[in-house]
């Protein structure tokens, strides 16, 4: 699955990462709905390293639709609540 991090490029990731990085997204979400700019700040910069580390990067120059896209990693509480769909940032494949 292609999954953009918005201003970095895209990512390739497997289906088996989906599991995972919903309990990432989840712990963004409950970031958000804390008010908690700290926690939102981690919560974002570890769901945004977990996809990068797991993820092998597409060229540049390539241009795959992307099946999920990601804020930026400076992105604010507002600009990720824009984003939120109602099952989050990445919402379950079933």
């Not at 390739?12 to 989906?18: I, K, V």
């Not at 990085?21 to 804390?34: G, P, V, Y």
């Not at 540049?60 to 990693?73: M, R, T």
Request: hydrophobic fraction near 40%; charge should be negative.
């Amino acid at each position: 699955m292609i999954v953009r991090i918005m201003g970095e490029g895209q990512v390739d990731l497997s289906e088996a990462d989906l599991d995972l990085l919903n309990s990432f997204d989840k712990t963004l979400e409950e970031a958000l709905e804390s008010g908690s700019e700290e926690t939102f700040r981690q919560a974002l910069h570890d769901l945004l390293e977990r996809v990068r580390e797991d993820g092998k990067p597409l060229p540049p120059d390539s241009l795959e639709p992307s099946q999920f896209i990601l804020p930026h990693a400076d992105a604010t509480m507002d600009e990720v609540r824009a984003m939120l769909g109602d099952e989050g940032l990445l919402p379950d494949l079933a």
